[in-house]
């Protein structure tokens, strides 16, 4: 622990608020619930929001991994461990399965969650119309109403145009059929991971100053047609280290005349796999 | 096959923050800057940053500047992290500037005045020559006049004939947006709140805007004043308040025409500037747009960026707006890769409709 700093950086009574809007946003799954940010000493960007929920349901006994991209050792992820490491002396881990808390930018581990664990998402624009429509203001009263159509009007037209819905991360969902969701930016191939989810999911929007949650055992679902049902997408490839054809693969460049390999985004899974 | 995963996060941060302390430093052979020099030689730097930081202490936002190179935004940032820690024992009462120790106070609206016409330590009248005697170093200048005299507000000479619209009456405690989240509509204390703490440079360009058309709102400089206010704070066990410090505050009261509505006879409307140190260009920009920000409360055409609540409020904090837009140097391969297979599969189609085509 680092001196002159309360468990986990932030004091009890913003902890507290945090947890009420976190309890909120369970009741009412994937409502967007306004709670009072506070300023961290990491920029906003960073994953200021994933790191306040964190903090706020972070305990002694609890073991943390974080993760950017599905790896451990990005840079990001390094500096956010380290934050909890210093200012609540936590274990920390890189194992999936040992984790009780993740937080994570733009990915969900590949081997499913457990009841017992948190997964705490990073998000940039908790607001999953804000592209059809920049007023807050207004958003917030198409959600009351639940009035979606304009986000289904966008994927109609994608895919009269190019035949397929053309967004491939940050897929709006619409949880317990009832308020759309931004499940963060990642890929599409991760959203049906999000659907009934052993876990606790919790996302966390610093600068925007917006939880919310998706109760463990959910409905979430991402939004398509009957005749055109959601397609996830992944490379077509093997991962080239552990040879999974069924993880989720970042395409590396291994030199200067474009060759190229596919390695698996999730390292902790890919480790595991080559039985390290 | 010549990839291993990529492993050395933390060896390259440790090596990235050991490379920035030693660029921070610079020559060692030049003598390192103290504190105390910034805040006394560079205050109009220690003025933005404590603006820009939420938090009045002229030492710290020193320290912050030259623990950030002198980048002011990373500065105001490195403040606000310190500040959001720091407990709240109370809420002082509203500063008076009627009673300001002023050094500075000029009207554009009258002639002479009473009080006078107080230039102060303005560049307004400088000559931009840079100054190359003795290495720029500027000569020891000789006594300054103390200033420091409190002056009737330039208002109190038009208030009587109702010609000003009056202070607004305020009983509920303010909004604090430090500790509760923007919502609209904002009401204006909030509003003032967050242009309070905005970028100078977003403030700045908004007021300009409102000043080549983009939402016009005919202003004056009904009074600019610059000097220390006294600070009244009433614990609660102690029944009266007790004066806690002073202040240095810049305050602009813009003056604006405006031409009635039903509900208020034609009469002068006024938007309002006030913030830490000496910052006469954020208090201006500051007052245009809450001016601007009126605009449908008064009645008026509001279809300018600077008349946009929403747009104002959510653009205004240069804290939240650096990181947002620096954050896109993180890494976002995931999500790159899932845009390639898109891509991928677009250009194949399209490929094959052209193909069909030929």
Redesign the interface.
């Known amino acids: 622990m680092s001196g002159g ?1 309360n468990f986990a ?1 932030l ?1 009890e009574g913003t902890k507290r608020m945090i947890r009420r809007a976190i309890l909120k946003g369970i009741a009412i799954p994937g409502h967007q619930v ?8 990491l ?4 994953g ?1 929001g994933g790191i306040q929920v964190t903090a706020a349901v972070l305990g002694p006994d609890d073991v943390l991994k974080v993760i ?4 451990d ?7 956010i461990r ?1 934050f909890f490491a210093r200012t609540a002396g936590v274990r920390t881990t890189t194992r999936t399965a040992e984790a009780s808390v993740i937080q994570t ?3 969900i581990p590949e081997v499913p969650l457990r009841e017992d664990q948190i997964i705490v998402y990073q998000v ?1 624009m908790p607001e999953p119309m804000s592209r059809l429509e920049p ?3 207004e958003t917030t009263r198409m959600h009351a109403l639940a009035e979606y159509g304009p986000m289904h009007v966008k994927l109609y037209e994608d895919i009269t145009r ?3 819905v ?1 967004t ?3 897929f709006p969902v619409m949880v317990n059929e009832r308020y759309l969701m931004s499940p963060s ?5 991760d959203n049906p991971k999000l659907d009934r989810m052993a876990a606790l999911q919790l996302f966390g929007a610093g ?1 925007e ?2 939880i919310y949650a998706i109760p463990p055992h959910t409905a979430v679902r991402s939004l398509d047609f009957e005749d055109h049902p959601f397609q996830p ?3 077509a490839a093997s991962c ?2 552990c040879g999974s054809d069924e993880s ?5 460049v ?2 200067d005349r474009g060759t190229r ?1 596919f ?1 698996c ?1 999730d ?1 902790d899974y ?2 595991g796999r080559r039985g390290e | 096959m010549a990839y291993v995963a990529v492993k050395g996060g933390e060896r390259a941060i440790d090596a990235a923050h050991a490379w920035l302390a030693h660029e921070r430093r610079g020559d060692p052979a030049v003598p390192a800057l103290e504190v105390e020099q910034i805040e006394q030689q560079l205050g109009r730097a220690v003025d933005r940053v404590m603006g820009e930081g939420s938090l009045y202490d002229r030492s710290l936002a020193a320290l912050a500047i030259r623990q950030a190179q002198g980048d002011l935004i990373e500065a105001a940032f490195l403040i606000r992290a310190y500040r959001t820690t720091l407990p709240r024992f109370g809420t002082a009462e509203p500063v008076e500037t009627a009673t300001m120790a002023v050094r500075r106070r000029v009207s554009a609206i009258f002639k002479d005045l009473p009080g006078g016409q107080v230039l102060g330590p303005t560049t307004d009248y400088t000559h931009r020559l840079l100054d190359f005697e003795a290495g720029g170093e500027p000569a020891v200048p000789g006594e300054a006049e103390a200033g420091g005299a409190t002056m009737p507000p330039a208002f109190a000479i038009l208030g009587d004939e109702g010609l000003v619209e009056p202070d607004p009456v305020e009983t509920a405690a303010p909004t604090d947006l430090t500790r509760e989240p923007l919502a609209f509509p904002a009401g204006r204390d909030a509003r003032l709140q967050a242009l309070a703490r905005g970028d100078e440079g977003f403030l700045l360009a908004m007021g300009y805007s409102t000043q080549r058309g983009w939402g016009g709102t005919h202003p004056f400089v009904g009074e600019m004043r610059v000097g220390s206010c006294a600070v009244m704070l009433e614990p609660p066990e102690l029944g009266f308040a007790l004066d806690i410090g002073d202040v240095a505050l810049t305050e602009c009261q813009m003056v604006n025409q405006f031409g009635g509505s039903k509900a208020a006879p034609p009469q002068f409307t006024r938007g309002y500037g006030l913030c830490f140190g000496h910052a006469e260009r954020r208090a201006m920009g500051m007052a245009l747009v809450d001016r601007a920000l009126r605009a449908e409360e008064l009645g008026e055409d509001a279809g300018a960026a600077a008349q946009n609540v929403e747009f104002v409020l959510s653009h205004c904090d240069n804290v939240e707006a650096t990181g947002f837009v620096e954050h896109l140097k993180l890494p976002h391969y995931v999500d790159f890769q899932s845009e390639l297979e898109t891509i991928r599969e677009m250009r194949r189609d399209a490929m094959r409709v052209a193909k069909a085509a030929e």
């Open positions: 700093y950086y004091d306004p709670f009072g940010s506070r300023e961290m000493p920029p906003y960007g960073w200021t950017d991209q599905g790896a050792d990005t840079t990001n992820a390094v500096s380290r930018r733009h990915r940039p007023s807050r203001a190019y035949g397929h053309a491939s991360y940050d930016p990642i890929p599409a191939f600068r100053k917006r997408r992944r490379a080239a280290l989720y693969l970042d395409e590396v291994t030199d390999m390695v985004s390292t890919c480790a």
